[in-house]
């Protein structure tokens, strides 16, 4: 047993073994999560440690609590107990059996959280466990409401559900996506900042514009990249009357510029352009000095086992008080100055 009283995931000292705590939801997540799906009864199904169940506790009438591992169902009734919430039935056994099926099925929606096979190098909706598909399979004849969490990095294409997509960041690091079926689905994808709660949905908002580099750049939300919903932010700055635009895009980092400063809580880091020069080491350095830095972080797609050797090089007499940030494109490399 684990008494973690350090967990950043956890504010009270939770129960678990390592692995329980691993898969837990962080309680910022469970209690946005709980929001979004408070109802009367909802089951979730292969609850783990209880990080969410807690969560539906306090909003919902009852909690259907279901895990096959006789051990992480007892740290959800000693984490329930904890968080002194009491109305929860645990219930150990498949969640793909007719026995749960029959024992849940007067939930008004069916919640699952499943595991992610750490092996595994192809993540798919049939493999999690238990597998999304076999859940939907079995329970949509009795139950229309359903919600998932999913691996947020599983490609798009592999997820054929008639569902809302909605990707969520915490902490500037992209944490999840949930997928909500039947009449959870408000739009077919959307983006959520936390703590903060701030939303955007799939609108069909005109096309963000592109511009030349400005003074300003900001990097959006990975939540906000993932759910590919950069023309709804402009659309939704636009309405306060602040214009942003699309400067330069790659696999790893995306960019919007604007010539005044624009605050949103859709971007994750806003930045002052400092200068750009191609990717050439000699001119790259003469830049660096001339703008008195010090400390440069790169940005760019280089092996990451030299990352540190090519920040040394750059950073080795550099007399300067500035921290740069260095972006790259392909052959183009951007200087700017975090705000
Ligand atoms: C990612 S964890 C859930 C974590 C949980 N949301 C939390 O915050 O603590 C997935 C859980 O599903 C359980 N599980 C996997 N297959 C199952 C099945 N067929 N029936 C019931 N539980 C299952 C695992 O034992 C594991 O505890």
Redesign the pocket.
Known sequence: MTRDKRTIKFTKPIV?NKE?LQ???PEIV?EYIAKRLKTGIIA??????????IFFARVCRKVYA????PE?LQY?KENCRLYGVDNVEFIL?????DE?KEQVSDADIIF?????PLSEKERTLETL??PITEIIRIYSDIIRDLAF?APPQMPPERIKLDCEREYLSLNGQLNRLTLYMGSLKCCEKSAVVLPGREKLCLSGAPEIRKSSLCEYVYEPEPSVVKAELLDELAGTLAQEQKEIFFFKADERRTLLTSPTLVESHFFKDTYRAIGRTEMDMIKLKALLRSEKAKNVVLRLDIDPGKYWDMRKTLEEGLKGTRTLHVFGFGNELIVCEKL
């Open positions: 678990s329980g898969l837990a939801t469970a979730d199904l292969g609850c783990g440690i209880g990080g969410q169940v279901v895990d096959n591992d992480k959800a056994g498949d969640a793909l059996s749960v699952s959280d499943p595991a992610r466990k238990p969490h």
